[in-house]
T-cell receptor, first 114, second 115 residues
């Protein structure tokens, strides 16, 4: 089944403890992206990647890192999480390189930073 | 700079009546426009997309949207609401900007459907 998977689905952590949220797609898509969803703000783009080893900042990249070493994986890294990073996170992928076609979303990761 | 404005945060309709969810956008370059739907505690699903072909776009579940360049609008409509349409709807624009290709979401419109 074609899908985008994220792990973990739920995570509660404490301020400053490094964490990684994994994202994997099995559709051989070029483009991958991370978003955070907060009430009343819609989804905001954190980082995106147009190809292996090519990443770029979205609108809210501060406090986050990403890497794209393999085409199928795009992990989101929070080196020192803070409470303002408590949010619902979505990973997405698209066949085209710039995200101008349909994006397929993962199920979401709900992160709470205490 | 790109931006997306969904003009209503909440819309309430009765089952069987028309639905109108309004979206205005701003983009320096030719945009791709989308509507996504998010049901409670679920991920996002594409309803429809405009990518510079026909200006009237038909999507899934009877939804359609019209791209009006002169009004910079991309409103979503459905002739007859169903209870299962109750969800949050996001208007999305992707286009090239000064900082590369960005995807911008509107704040969302929550649709309530009354029996």
């Amino acid at each position: 089944e074609a899908q985008v998977t994220q792990n973990p689905r739920y995570l509660i952590t404490v301020t400053g403890k490094k964490l990684t949220v994994t994202c994997s797609q099995n559709m051989n898509h070029e483009y991958m992206s991370w978003y955070r969803q907060d009430p009343g703000l819609g989804l905001r783009q954190i980082y995106y990647s147009m190809n292996v080893e090519v990443t770029d900042k979205g609108d809210v990249p501060e406090g986050y890192k990403v890497s794209r070493k393999e085409k199928r994986n795009f992990p989101l890294i929070l080196e020192s999480p803070s409470p303002n990073q408590t949010s619902l996170y979505f990973c997405a992928s698209s066949w085209d390189r710039v995200g101008t076609d349909t994006q397929y979303f993962g199920p979401g990761t709900r992160l709470t930073v205490l | 700079a790109q931006s997306v404005t969904q003009l209503d945060s909440h819309v309430s309709v009765s089952e069987g009546t028309p639905v109108l969810l309004r979206c205005n956008y701003s983009s320096s370059y030719s945009p791709s426009l989308f509507w996504y739907v998010q049901h409670p505690n679920k991920g996002l699903q594409l309803l429809l997309k405009y990518t510079s072909a026909a200006t009237l776009v038909k999507g899934i579940n009877g939804f359609e949207a019209e791209f009006k360049k002169s009004e910079t609008s991309f409103h979503l409509t459905k002739p007859s609401a169903h209870m299962s349409d109750a969800a949050e709807y996001f208007c999305v624009v992707t286009s090239q900007g000064a900082g590369g290709f960005k995807t911008i979401f509107g704040a969302g419109t929550r649709l309530f459907v009354k029996a």
